[in-house]
């Protein structure tokens, strides 16, 4: 599973100027509680970005500080390495180490998740740059509309003014040797494209309908037999048949608005060196990529010889020189793995992390106990953080000019009740307060826009009244809550 990061930090500090204590600080705006698992990431990203400030000498032997965060599901494990990766802007994946197999049986490689990262970090190089030369491209795409719209004057009749209001004017152009008439034709063709020009940035001209000629982008279905795809396999089948099939061209009519969006797209091929930006990528990923290996639990264990269990050992082999340090062959050239940071993380409720392979445990030095959460840590994360729970049902049934007011003793209940049925059930952490606020605001999400009156009062009576017996009926909530 890939994360896509999204979503705006404080900038006001670089992250070389941030301390462990800064970082910390920055985590609890969306993470609570967990104090000794921030401090350890905390120190491990400032680990980072001590060693690269050391002679290369030296940094070429400080390893990451790798670790392993034990804890129940829903206590904030991913969330912390997600955000530490968004506050260091650095490409980012988290896989379930479930989803890898044995080397000869059918499944996913283990080296396919550096692919992925090296992917992940080539779009978000790829989007700096284009965000670099993006005002050159968008002026250098305006020039091109404006060709159309207004051809350049040339030596015969054929080009026309087509003036503001979309009318047929008289040919630029054409014969004639006075210098004097050819200059008022000069200015006044310059007029009229300014004019264009105004129009365009306004909006008025987006109706109307330009001819391009626009390249055809026809890939052949290919396929190939075996446990590994394409991409898999580092062959990229676009860049060996894209000069087979994109050679020709044809004409095509569409609105202004569109050849921009079209125009754009091309001309940001055109000013980005992809060769650069791969470069820069790897770079970027065997610098400061993080991995965050997830359920790395259920791979931990013995062989037992048979069953279902078959290949957890031979996981954590195939895992081992990912983790230690390798190199990878993706489509945009080899990747080492040195310095790649890896937060692994799972309950150990059945194994614990001395059934890891001695090898692999040697791997993650730092080993971080995430406490179970408390009726307090389920208020705090109702109310506190930056996008907390009541927040988003607020701002949601906002769209629809419905008003929720959450009463304090509301929000007790509702944390006193998720935490009953974390204790009766399975304890599913803070993912639990999502089904309990589903269950309670089930009516007031159907009625929406027809919802009268349109400020809803949530007390705890309120909660009261949709949750008690579907938390009391211990075989009901085992299906509801």
């Known amino acids: 599973m890939v994360i896509y990061l999204e979503g ?18 920055e985590l609890d705006k969306h993470v609570v509680g967990q104090r000794s698992a921030k401090r350890a990431v905390a120190v491990a990203l400032r680990n980072r970005i001590r060693r690269q400030k050391l002679d290369p ?11 392993i965060m034990i804890g129940s599901t829903g206590v904030g494990k991913t969330e912390i390495a997600r955000r530490l990766a968004r506050i260091s802007n650095s490409p980012f994946l988290k896989v379930e180490a479930s989803k890898f197999t044995e080397v000869g049986y059918v499944g996913r490689d283990v080296e396919s998740m550096i692919r992925d990262l090296t992917e992940i970090s080539v779009d978000m190089t790829r989007q700096e740059k284009i965000d670099e030369i993006a005002e050159k491209a968008e002026l250098n795409v305006e020039e091109m509309i404006l060709d159309i719209l207004l051809p350049p004057a040339r030596s015969s ?83 060996m048949l894209g000069n087979l099939f994109q050679g020709r061209t044809k ?3 569409m ?30 990923v065997e610098s400061s990529g993080i991995i965050f290996l997830d359920e790395i639990d259920k791979i931990a264990g013995r062989e037992s ?3 279902p269990d078959v290949s957890r050992e031979g996981v954590q082999r195939d895992i081992l020189p990912i983790v230690e340090g390798t190199t990878v062959n ?64 607020r701002a949601m049934m906002a769209t629809e000019d419905v008003i929720i007011d959450f009463t304090d003793d509301a929000i007790n209940s509702i944390a006193n009740y998720a935490a009953q049925v974390n204790e009766h059930t399975e304890n ?50 085992r299906y509801i809550l």
């Open 330 to 393: 993706s489509r945009y050239g080899m990747v080492r793995t040195d310095h790649i940071l890896f937060i692994a993380a799972g309950a150990f409720h059945v194994s614990k992390p001395s059934d890891l392979i001695p090898e692999l445990q040697g791997r993650f030095p730092i080993r971080v106990e995430l406490e179970s959460l408390t009726v307090e840590d389920f208020k705090r994360i109702l109310t506190e953080p930056k996008n907390a729970l009541i927040k988003q049902y």
């Open 8 to 25: 705006e930090i404080d900038e006001a500090i670089q992250l070389d100027d941030m301390t462990p204590r800064q970082i910390v600080a």
């Open 157 to 239: 009749s054929n080009s026309y003014d087509f003036s503001p209001s979309g009318e047929e004017a008289v040919p630029f152009g054409s014969a004639d040797s006075n210098p004097e008439s050819n200059k008022a034709q000069s200015e006044q063709f310059q007029r009229t494209r300014e004019k264009l020009r105004q129009q365009l940035r306004d909006g008025k001209l987006d109706s109307r309908l330009v001819e391009l000629e626009i390249r055809e982008k026809n890939y052949p279905v290919i396929e190939l037999a075996g446990p590994q795809g394409v991409e898999e396999m580092g062959i990229n089948m676009k860049d």
């Open 428 to 477: 599913i952490g803070a993912r639990r307060l999502q089904t309990i606020m589903e269950k309670l605001l089930e009516e007031i999400s159907f009625e929406g826009p027809d919802l009268e009156p349109k400020t809803q009062l949530i007390d705890a009576a309120y909660v009261e009244s949709m949750l008690s017996e579907t938390v009391k009926d211990q075989d009901l909530s």
């Open 251 to 253: 004409r095509r009519k």
């Open 305 to 307: 010889g048979h069953g």
């Open 255 to 284: 609105q202004v608005d569109e050849a921009i969006e079209y125009l754009m797209q091309e001309e940001e091929e055109r000013l980005i060196d992809m060769d650069q930006v791969a470069r820069a990528a790897i770079e970027r």
């Open 57 to 67: 000498e030296m940094a070429v032997d400080v390893m990451p500080k790798n670790m």
